[in-house]
Structure formats: structure tokens, C-alpha cells
């Protein structure tokens, strides 16, 4: 069974400064994606940034990037210049390959201050 | 395109009562997923659909909770009878679904919130 844990459940950061949020997950899998998912206080889910386990290379989208550590399963979020709408509780999850079923972890509530 | 559409956005029933929670995936997906969101265990997959069968639903925690989906563009999640325990936030998400290998992109609707007093 695949385990996804944020160790942070609240933080916070002042508007422009750079803050980072941390997920490990636990598998079996070699194949795999990893995502960060965005909830605003409107509760719609929203996809942040997406990584495949089989790519070295770290992705990035604008503002929001991740450090990818296969071996340590480690998976964090680094949101630069950080925005007051930025303020919301951010998901990682992951997807094992050729499956379709999304697992999350618990969340952090980030809040940027002004 | 709307988006996936999900009625009513808040319900509010009492403990015993059937509650009905509707579902409209975007348009030309086929994967179809229903989640819950607590405060104690986050967000769970209940059970998904692909091409209209159920494909996993272990995540049903018990008989009271049933899903459907008669045709492509509709589900519904049941719970018969509703106890206080129940009450989460209900989301459905769409996708391509398909080809083995391939991610496809999980779009979630705006779920709704579901009191059961």
C-alpha cells in the first residue's frame, strides 16, 4: 500500500518571501507520479505540478517548484515570490503507474501574510 | 467547458435519512472518482469508474454507501441510511482515463458538504 505523510500541517510565510512544504511517501513502485495539489478556501482541488518518478529533472510551473529525491522519497513543494492567494492547503499525492487512483496526504494549510 | 458538476453543493439531513449525491464528469471523460475529505483521514478515494463500471471500490466503507453510473455523464453516491459520522465533504473528479501507461489528469468538482445531524 502506498503511504503519503506531511509532516507540516500549518505554515506560514510573508508575501514575496519563499516557503517550502515537505511529503515523503512510501512504495514499493518504481513507476510512479507525485503531485501537488492546491485547496482554497472555495474547496475546488486544483493541480499545482505533476512529476514522474522516472524523470531526473525536477519540475518547475512558474512560481512553484519541486525537489524530486527518489531514493529518499522525499517530494517537496517551493513556492518563490509567494502571493496572498497562495493562501490555501496544499496535497501531495501520489499515483502508481498505469493506475488511475490518486492517494493523499493529509495537508498542510499554508498562509502567506501580508 | 463547465467543468465536472456536482449537486447539491451543501446538504443538510438528519441521521437515518437516504441522501443522494449527483455527479456530471466533463464531457468525453471515462474515468470517474469519487472522494471524501474528513478532518481525521483526509481525502479518500471511495470508488471509481471506468467506462461506467465500478472498477475499485474498496474504499466503500460499508453497505450504507452505494455508487452508480448508468450512463457517461452521470453518477451518483448513495448513503442509506446516513448516520453523523457521514458528514464530509463529497468530491467527484474526471478523467481521460484510457490507455494503460498514460497519466491523465484527475479534474475535481467542487464538491459538496454533507451534514448529517
Known amino acids: 500500500a502506498q503511504t503519503v505523510t506531511q509532516s507540516q500541517p500549518e505554515m506560514s510565510v510573508q508575501e514575496a518571501e519563499t516557503v517550502t512544504l515537505s511529503c515523503t511517501y512510501d512504495?514499493?513502485?518504481?513507476?510512479?507520479?507525485l503531485f501537488w495539489y492546491k485547496q482554497p478556501p472555495s474547496r475546488q482541488m486544483i493541480l499545482v505540478i505533476r512529476?514522474?518518478?522516472?524523470?531526473?529533472q525536477n519540475a518547475t510551473e512558474n512560481r512553484f517548484s519541486v525537489n524530486f529525491q527518489k531514493a529518499a522519497k522525499s517530494f517537496s513543494l517551493k513556492i518563490s515570490d509567494s502571493q496572498l492567494g497562495d493562501t490555501a492547503m496544499y496535497f501531495c499525492?501520489?499515483?502508481?503507474?498505469?493506475?488511475?487512483?490518486?492517494?493523499f496526504g493529509t495537508g498542510t494549510r499554508l498562509t502567506v501574510i501580508p | 467547458d463547465a467543468g465536472v458538476i456536482q449537486s447539491p453543493r451543501h446538504e443538510v439531513t438528519e441521521m437515518g435519512q437516504e441522501v443522494t449525491l449527483r455527479c456530471k464528469p466533463i464531457?468525453?471523460?471515462?474515468?470517474l472518482f469519487w472522494y471524501r475529505q474528513t478532518m481525521m483521514r483526509g481525502l479518500e478515494l471511495l470508488i471509481y469508474f471506468n467506462n461506467n463500471v465500478p472498477i475499485d471500490d474498496s474504499g466503500m466503507p460499508e453497505d450504507r454507501f452505494s455508487a452508480k453510473m448508468p450512463n457517461a455523464s452521470f453518477s451518483t453516491l448513495k448513503i442509506q441510511p446516513s448516520e453523523p459520522r457521514d458528514s464530509a465533504v463529497y468530491f467527484c473528479?474526471?478523467?481521460?482515463?484510457?490507455?494503460?501507461?498514460?497519466?491523465?489528469?484527475?479534474?475535481f468538482g467542487p464538491g459538496t458538504r454533507l451534514t448529517v445531524l
Open positions: 473528479a474526471s478523467s481521460l482515463g484510457g490507455k494503460a501507461g498514460l497519466y491523465n489528469e484527475q479534474f
Open positions: 512504495t514499493s513502485e518504481n513507476n510512479y507520479y
Open positions: 464531457s468525453g471523460h471515462n474515468s
Open positions: 512529476q514522474e518518478a522516472y524523470k531526473q
Open positions: 499525492a501520489f499515483m502508481k503507474h498505469g493506475a488511475n487512483n490518486l492517494f
